[in-house]
């Protein structure tokens, strides 16, 4: 088993949809939590830190459930320009500088159409 | 510049040759990472430094890849007598504090 697993999709919905993506990891003292966003042929990119509190950037809402060991990524409203593939990262520190690597998820491919 | 910058962009070696890849990490930045990524997959874990140590190299698949930061800053992965199942993109992250930026990869086909 991954230690961090998603859906790989292709998740394909219309301009102005709402759309979801979970995330599950396996290691229960993961401390840190991330959704980068990746673009066909370019590096991946930090859309947003994960709180234990959850949070929210514009048309963007991350939530983490620790008890069952998820990470949620809801996308409002998508645009076209939202077409990537997200990646869930897990670190088991808190900060880089800890020295754990980031473990990232298999990514979770959108497609958004007109 | 700016960001992490990494070279060669794209590599195509035979099977049997000798590649370097060279990452530039962001001015500073203590930790850097390499990554690989193959096709349609996340990236997977292959060494960690922080500055010239080399802390964590438990996810290079075999002994022929080889790691160095001399002096603590440009780093680079060496990867000898390529294989077909190394063709993949090989990502460089570097940080300072708690989020990692990564170079655009390169690209590595073995024919």
Known sequence: RKEV?????????????TVAFNCTYSNSASQSFFWYRQ????????????????????????????ASQYISLLIRDSKLSDSATYLCVVNPE????????LTFGGGTRLMVKP | GAGVSQSPRYKVAKRGQDVALRC????????????????????????YFQNEAQLDKSGLPSDRFFAERPEGSVSTLKIQRT??????????????GSIAFFGQGTRLTVV
């Open chain 1, 39 to 66: 673009d066909c042929r370019k590096e991946p990119k930090l859309l947003m830190s994960v709180y234990s509190s959850g949070n929210e950037d514009g048309r963007f809402t991350a939530q983490l459930n620790r």
């Open chain 1, 94 to 101: 808190e900060g880089v500088l800890a020295g754990n690597m």
């Open chain 1, 5 to 17: 697993e998603q859906d790989p999709g292709p998740f394909n919905v219309p301009e102005g949809a």
């Open chain 2, 83 to 96: 294989q077909q199942e190394d063709s993949a993109v090989y990502l460089c992250a570097s940080s300072l």
């Open chain 2, 24 to 47: 530039d990490p962001i001015s500073g930045h203590v930790s850097l990472f390499w990554y690989q990524q193959a096709l349609g997959q996340g990236p997977e874990f292959l060494t």
